[in-house]
């Protein structure tokens, strides 16, 4: 399920924090959650993440996305590389109707 645990102790917790998130109802319940859970700096960046992630899925090119979000190209290029493979961020972008039609 998950590829970051380095051990069956941190992956039950992961789990667990993954099962209490998909356990909230409503954005608002969400956003208390995170706000509880994350610093403010930790929630944008995840938010930039996201963002970028948006931008690249709908063509945008490194160097706008950089100098719209301020991300490092490092950055960038990660968002890039799970992009491609499909994951979490394309289901997501995919399942909230993110994509630009133009």
């Known amino acids: ?8 102790n941190t992956e039950n917790t992961v789990i667990n924090l993954f099962k209490a998130i998909s356990s909230l109802d409503s954005a608002e319940e969400v956003s208390e959650f995170f706000e509880d859970l994350c610093t403010k700096r930790e929630l944008i960046d995840m ?44 289901k997501t972008i995919e399942k909230l109707g993110l994509k630009n039609t133009d």
Do not use: P, W
Not at 1 to 8: L, R, T
Not at 72 to 80: C, G, H, K, Q, W
């Open 1 to 8: 399920m998950i590829s970051i645990a380095v051990n069956e």
């Open 47 to 90: 938010a930039q993440r996201f963002d970028t992630a948006v931008k690249l899925y709908n063509g945008e090119n490194y160097l706008n996305v950089s100098s719209k979000t301020g991300i490092s190209s490092a950055t960038i290029s990660r968002v890039n590389k799970c992009l491609k493979r499909k994951g979490g961020y394309v």
